[in-house]
């Protein structure tokens, strides 16, 4: 009877401090997402997720910068590509770090910064010459491409032979194992590959476009900062110079 009646007097006082822990447990979890940022000066970027690809580790380069000149923080959340935009685009995140318009639905809550980083050009990457001269007809040939990118969908020929990799790094090995007769990159990615083997030839673009910085409808305040940056980034050299630093250390072998 004792017992009972301490059991009765206790488990309220154990209920409530239960309740306590899972409060401050689940409050350490960080809330992504535009309104969901707890810190004000922070801002939750979504990126692809192949970090070894040269132009997403020179574009996260080029972002941090931007944001870092305008008193904000980065968090980047890397998800594969097509996630990555998905996300940006159902407001999970406070920007998607850069794709050309194209890329990105139109009733996204999504602002493209007023002017490019640059712009993307999507290229055709062969073996050598020879390979370049016997494929130039992507018609019927076996394509590889990077696994997420929207814009790839845009110049495909039905007939061709698909063949999906998550980076450059397997566009190069598929060439030089003959599995593949072509790769589809960016032409950044190309021109880091061709750094490393100098016998591979870029073909003339497929696709060009210019390539944006967005940020969520809720956070437009940040975009003229970020813009102005951006353009005396660009007036001073400076995206160039991170662009082709990064073709050249960080480069597919």
């Known amino acids: 009877m004792i017992l009972k009646e301490l059991n009765n007097h206790y488990r309220p006082t154990v209920l409530a401090l239960a309740a306590m822990v899972l409060l401050f447990a689940f409050s ?23 970090t070894s690809e040269v132009s997403v580790v020179f574009g996260k380069d080029i972002i941090q910068q931007l944001y870092t000149s305008c008193g ?4 980047y959340l890397d998800a594969p590509a097509a996630r990555a935009v998905m996300m940006a685009e159902k407001s ?7 794709r050309i318009p194209m890329a990105v639905k139109e009733n996204a809550p999504l602002i493209p910064l ?11 990457l062969f073996l050598d010459s020879k390979s370049a001269k016997a494929h130039s007809d992507l018609t019927d040939k076996r394509i590889g491409f990077l696994n ?5 969908a845009a110049v495909l020929p039905e007939d061709a032979t698909q063949v999906a ?17 072509v790769a589809l990159t960016l032409e950044w990615d190309a021109l880091a590959a061709k750094h490393h083997n100098p016998d591979m030839v870029i ?18 305040n940040d975009i003229p900062c970020l813009s102005e940056t951006l353009n005396d980034m660009k007036a001073d050299g400076e995206i160039q110079r991170i662009i082709r630093e990064g073709i050249e250390s960080s480069s597919p072998k």
């Open 72 to 75: 904000l923080t980065i968090r």
């Open 203 to 220: 073909g003339n673009p497929l696709l060009e476009s210019p390539i944006y910085h967005w940020v969520h409808e809720s956070r437009e």
């Open 165 to 181: 990799t998550s980076d450059t790094f397997q566009l190069v090995s598929l060439l030089k194992r003959k599995r593949i007769d």
């Open 28 to 50: 350490g979890y960080p809330s992504y997402g535009a309104a969901g940022e707890s810190d004000a000066g922070t801002r939750v970027i979504t990126t692809p997720s192949t």
């Open 114 to 124: 007023n002017t490019p980083i640059e712009e993307a050009r999507l290229v055709p």
């Open 148 to 152: 997420g990118y929207r814009m790839i």
């Open 92 to 98: 999970q995140s406070d920007g998607e770090l850069a």
